[in-house]
């Protein structure tokens, strides 16, 4: 007679298998299954999770988390990944200052089982002291909330082709040279109010265009746009003030015939307006939120848009 696999309940932990008689034999709970550190080798197993919840697979920007970032899953006996998520640290290499939380993810066929909920008190746990921050999804905003974390603002996500017209930003912008590398690693802390030195110095591999914004000389504002699936995501955008900020977006507009999307502080309600005006439509909202700290260090006037949403 041909076995027949039966599978009762995930959460009994048992599994039988009929043959002429019965035997069942023991399977690992969610609870039970080891967390452990993601790496590189696996990308194809995150982005089949980020595909198995809707998401874009996004292999690109995967890749650049789990090169620079700590990334936590937990395994399926049945293969892939139960769920997974990333950490990216800044600061000291042996004291970091400030860690972003990004890409929380949970197979469609083990969500609402707490699986996601235990590997948020894992890695909050695993980062100790250290403060953290997030972008989170209306979705994802309560889990956080009930783990300790604050909203302390928002983001608004737009995405589109970008039309030009009207008055040009009377600001000179320019392709990024290695020689400026240095320059924008500075100027990124300063804004930042964090080094993330080895996110800025991996830019110029993995962004399609790297920009800089000058006056007198003096580099006043950065940005840079990299491919995710169809688009071109415009991050970091850091800029002296709204027009150069304008400028570095309209530079970088030139240089692509794919939709940009972007995700800006709420607060620069001037750049937003006019991205809008130039055929970005808002996609969504994201809230902004901490733990461990009351609001994000750096100076926000100046910090236009996240490298990405992932990496905080």
Known sequence: MAKRRYVGPQTSGRQCLR?????CVSTPSLAALPIRRLTPRDLSACADLSEDRGWPREQHKWGLLLAAGKGYGIDDPEGGLV???VVTEYGSRYRPELGGIGMVLVAERHARQGVGRRLMRHVVAEMAATPLTLYATPYGRPLYEELGFKVIGSSEMVRG???AGGPHPAVATRTATAEDLATLVRLDAEVFGV??????TRLPAFADELRVAEEDGRIIGYAAAWPNMDTHVVGPLIARDTETAKALVASL???TNRPLRTDVDT?????L?????HGLLSVGFNAVM?????DLPGDWTRRFAPLTVAAG
């Not at 080094?195 to 800025?200: A, K, L, W």
């Not at 307006?273 to 005006?277: A, E, F, I, S, V």
């Open 267 to 271: 607060r620069h309600e001037d750049l």
């Open 253 to 255: 507009a030139a240089h």
């Open 83 to 85: 769920t997974a998520c």
């Open 19 to 23: 043959s002429d008689s019965l035997t």
């Open 290 to 294: 901490t733990y461990g700290i009351p």
């Open 273 to 277: 307006t006019w991205l809008k005006d």
């Open 161 to 163: 082709h970008f039309t």
């Open 195 to 200: 080094d993330r030195t080895h996110m800025i």
